[in-house]
């Protein structure tokens, strides 16, 4: 099983992310092995593997909030490794966070607009009302994502699906080429995984964003992704479509052994 | 030269074994409790008078009368250590940072009318010790050997501790508390008995610290926080939690003064400050230190929605400037004092709370940009014989310009460590101005910054003040609903999700604690010529507590907290200062049983009573602990 992604042909500009050979370990842990993929526009790929397999670790990588001790990140052919992740972002990269990371100051609306603010660059503003900025497209995002009801409440206060939500909403607002979502669903009710997965896709389908997300329910995972890759322990056991991947031998062994099949948090 | 640089060694030296105790024992304290105890420098001092009197009741003649003094005052102050843990610190382990060092903050206050009482208010000589009473020559210089002998104690000390920590299994427990405090409770160790312990044992390394200091210098009531500030200082360079950093950063810190007292005897502290600014750009933990393992935030769990002002508060604002535009008319004349100085203090807190509730950022030293605000404006005036209106303008610059130095190495810490640093940078700022005396007059201030003459009448002084400072917290106040001050809370809730969205945290915070700095020096200067003086007291630290007593008395979490807060913290000290002499003792213990009963902040304690009574199923906002990336 080769670890490293075959970069398909008819890509117009190439892949979106390049990911060669990620490495980090803390300490005595290997967490992320020397681990290669690549994700296309408009694409999404599952990175799936049992708790600790190193998918957080991955996506801090990614997005700059740790360095790698190797290897390379390159987002639309310019390379990334090591950059904050303040300025990630700004080169188009949107993230969610597993464990949830809202400002509980303020409302879900102004969570959305203050990363619109930031987007325009106007955060430096020392006068004039943030609450007036952005509101028409701060709640068209959230109607995006099924959240315009309450765009009134405290984040601090919301559910914690309502939450994956709302980090969905923030990690659009810089009109990302590249989304990273980490365990989206967790937290939410079979029904509504679907949706918000469906939905995601719709949206990278239209805008032609490649996401890139992780997931431990394997009926969200067949249904919505085009490839998955699967970890185990820092390293890449398998990468394919679902199908394929449902069939490896390897990822049956780490699945039948941790037996998280789905549902997992 | 080189016999005097040697001399200045082991002159530094010797100072640096008394900091050394006590900086060991807040270190091993910190360990284990995670507690910052700014009563340390008070234990300090208690440990010197008590040393006095017993000292001079066994027979300071004899080696047994005096020796046993002084360890007798180190015991009796481990016992007041493990009074205070019992009493006190046991209930606040779990409150927030801010509150911890407040609740200890009013042990200080408490501990100084004690003393007051106890020993009066003049300075106590303590004998010599028996036995080292004479000089050696070293290097062509008079030695004394009780300076040798300290400087012998220090790695004595230091050993011994060494030698606890690795070979008892007290020391083993308390080096794996503070390694890993959840492990404790796996081996079966009493987890209170430890805690008093650790807190009994720190205290009496500060008791014996002053206990020492007996035949070297007078013992007085300013002790407490020179010391805790110079240990801050200590601890800060030498990374919190390490016994052997502790040692290596007081030596340098004893070293560095002996040095600048020969090189720049004006301005030692100078020398001290561009130290630890470079310790602290090469190593932001300290020379010995480890950066804490995910930043864990106190438990006021999520930070409460801020919304703008309603109709009502908007009104009760309109009403309440009203009144103070109409004070003049009904008002008599001290009255109007009274009230111009409220005013002022109200632009100092709303200064402190825009950095601290907004911004996350508890400062322990906000006076340093009141008084050099103060300072700017009278060094305006004295220097360039400006009139009042530029020195007003200058006043702010110099408070800002501090603010931008001192800030950036601020914000590149948090919590505790932002606490003391910030402290830290106080006393730098009110020793440079103590000890500066060419400059500003030292002890004896900067008299005669009296304003223009138009704006001389008490009335018309009344309204300049108040025009000034309205306007400044109007601003203030905008800028805190506006794209600033959200990214500034954005950075506060959850610096990582800030970062994800393109804000840079650090200078964020950076900004807001020079515009924080700015506003207390306009503060400042009105304050200069409201008083038609300035003095160092202006920024010394006590003044610092009052701003940070006005914003948590008011309430952090509100943007009007600040002024509510000032007028009823004015007028309650000013109450409390009429009733008693010893007010200081009835606030402190007012502090410590606020922090005691409500160990999350009125606020805190408001909004959990609020939680109960509410609906269960809005409590599901995931997993607390917030991870900062700190670097
Ligand atoms: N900051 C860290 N310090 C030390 N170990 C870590 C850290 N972050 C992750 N790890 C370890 O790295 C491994 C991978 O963790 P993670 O990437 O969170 O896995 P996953 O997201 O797949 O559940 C785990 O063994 C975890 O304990
Ligand atoms: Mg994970």
Redesign the interface.
């Known amino acids: 099983m080769s670890a490293v992604a075959t970069v398909p042909v008819g890509a117009a500009e190439g892949p979106v992310l390049v990911v060669r050979d990620l490495a980090k370990s803390f300490g005595g842990v290997h967490a992320v092995q020397g681990v290669s993929f690549a994700v296309e526009a408009g694409r999404m790929l599952a990175l799936i593997g049992p708790n600790g397999a190193g998918k957080t670790t991955c996506f801090n990588m990614l997005?700059g909030?740790l360095r790698p001790d190797r290897g390379e990140v390159v987002l639309a052919g310019r390379p990334i490794t090591g950059l904050?992740?303040?300025v990630v972002?700004?080169m188009g990269v949107g993230?969610t966070?597993q464990?949830?990371?809202?400002?509980?100051?303020?409302?879900v609306r102004?969570n959305v607009?203050?990363?619109l603010?930031?987007?325009e660059g106007?955060?430096?503003?020392?006068?004039?009302?943030?609450?007036a900025?952005h509101v028409a497209e701060a709640d068209a995002l959230l109607g995006l994502v099924g959240m315009a009801e309450q765009a009134e409440r405290?984040c601090?206060?919301?559910?914690?699906g309502d939450?994956k939500r709302v980090e969905l909403a923030?990690a659009l607002?810089?009109r990302p080429r590249l989304l990273l979502m980490d365990e989206p669903t967790a937290?939410m009710a079979p029904r509504e995984r679907v949706a918000l997965m469906a939905l995601t896709a719709q949206i990278a389908a239209e805008q032609g964003i490649a996401v890139l997300f992780t997931e431990h329910d394997m009926d969200v995972v067949f249904t919505h992704s085009d490839r998955v890759i699967v970890l185990d322990r820092g390293r890449l056991i398998a990468d394919g479509t679902a199908e394929e991947v449902r069939r490896d031998a390897n990822v049956r062994a780490v699945y039948l052994g941790s037996g998280a099949t789905s549902g997992g948090h | 030269m080189f016999d005097l640089i040697l001399t200045q060694i082991l002159n530094g030296l010797a100072s640096a074994s008394s900091l050394f105790l006590v900086a060991s024992g807040l270190s091993i304290i910190f360990g284990v409790t995670r507690i910052v105890n700014f009563a340390h420098g008070s234990l300090y001092m208690l440990g010197a008078y008590l040393a006095f009197t017993l000292v001079n009741l066994f027979g300071p003649a004899s080696a047994l009368g005096f020796w046993g003094g002084v360890v007798l005052a180190a015991v009796l102050v481990a016992l007041v250590g493990l009074v205070m843990e019992v009493t006190v610190l046991r209930r606040i382990y779990q409150a927030p940072e801010l509150f911890q060092l407040l609740a200890t903050f009013g042990i200080v206050l408490m501990i100084q009318d004690i003393a007051l009482a106890s020993w009066g208010a003049e300075d106590k000589l303590g004998p010599r010790a028996p036995g080292f009473k004479s000089f050696v020559i070293l290097f062509g210089n008079r030695f004394p050997t009780y300076e040798l002998l300290l400087i012998v104690i220090g790695p004595a000390v230091l050993a011994l501790l060494w030698f606890l920590f690795q070979k008892t299994r007290w020391g083993t427990v308390v080096r794996a508390a503070t390694q890993d405090r959840e492990m404790v409770g796996a081996l079966g160790v009493n987890q209170r008995l430890l805690f008093t312990s650790v807190f009994a044992f720190g205290a009496g390394l500060a008791g014996l610290g002053g206990a020492l200091q007996l035949p070297r210098e007078a013992v007085t009531l300013h002790m407490d926080l020179s010391t805790i500030s110079e240990v801050f200082v200590v601890v800060v360079v030498g990374g919190l939690g390490s016994v052997a950093g502790a040692y290596l950063a007081a030596v340098l810190i004893g070293v560095l003064h002996a040095f600048g007292i020969l090189i720049f005897p004006k301005i030692t502290l100078v020398l001290v400050f561009l130290v630890m600014a470079v310790v602290l750009v090469i190593k932001p933990y300290g020379l010995m230190g480890k950066r804490p393992v995910g930043h864990v935030r106190g438990p006021a769990a999520?930070?409460?929605?801020?919304t703008?002002a309603d109709r009502a508060t908007k009104l009760a604002g309109l009403a309440v400037l009203l009144l103070l535009v109409a004070a003049p008319l009904v008002t008599p004349d001290h009255l109007l004092l009274t009230l111009t100085e409220l005013v002022i203090f109200a632009l100092f807190a709303a200064s402190l709370h825009f950095m601290m509730g907004p911004g996350g950022m508890a400062s322990f030293g906000h006076a340093a940009y009141f008084g050099l605000g103060a300072y700017g404006a009278a060094l305006a005036v004295k220097w360039l014989g400006a009139p009042m209106e530029p020195a007003l303008v200058f006043a702010p610059f110099l408070a800002g310009i501090a603010g931008l130095v001192f800030g950036w190495f601020c914000v590149r810490l948090s919590g505790v460590y932002l606490a003391m640093l910030t402290l830290a940078f106080a006393q730098i700022a009110w020793a440079t101005a103590f000890q500066w005396v060419d400059l500003t007059g030292g002890d004896n201030g900067i008299l005669g910054v009296w304003p223009s003459s138009w704006a001389v009448p008490k009335t018309v002084f009344y309204y300049l003040a108040l025009a000034v400072c309205a306007a400044c917290v109007l601003a203030l106040r905008?800028?805190v609903?506006?794209?600033?001050?959200?990214?500034l809370?954005?950075a506060?809730?959850?610096p990582?999700?800030?970062?994800?969205?393109?804000?840079?945290v650090m200078r964020?915070q950076w900004?807001a604690f020079t515009v924080a700095a700015f506003a207390a020096g306009i503060a400042g200067g009105l304050f200069a010529f409201f008083k038609g003086s300035v003095f160092p007291t202006y920024m010394a630290i006590p003044r610092s507590v009052d701003a940070l007593l006005m914003v948590l008395l008011g309430g952090v979490q509100t943007v009007s907290g600040p002024i509510v807060g000032a007028f009823a913290y004015a007028g309650l000290s000013e109450q409390l200062m009429k009733l008693t002499m010893y007010w200081r003792f009835v606030l402190g213990l007012s502090i410590v049983l606020l922090v005691v009963l409500f160990p999350r902040g009125l606020v805190g304690g408001f909004l959990a009573l609020r939680e109960r009574h509410g609906a269960a199923?809005?409590g599901?906002?995931?997993?607390r602990?917030?991870v900062e990336?700190v670097r």
């Open positions: 997005n909030q904050k992740p303040r972002w700004r993230r966070f464990i949830t990371a809202t400002f509980t100051s303020m409302t102004e607009q203050m990363a603010i930031s987007h106007g955060i430096w503003n020392p006068f004039a009302p943030a609450r900025r405290a601090g206060v919301l559910a914690y939450l923030v607002a810089n937290g | 999520a930070e409460p929605l801020l703008p905008f800028t609903f506006a794209p600033l001050g959200y990214a809370r954005a506060r809730d959850n990582l999700r800030a970062e994800a969205i393109g804000i840079d964020v900004v199923g809005s599901a906002a995931g997993p602990l917030a990336g």
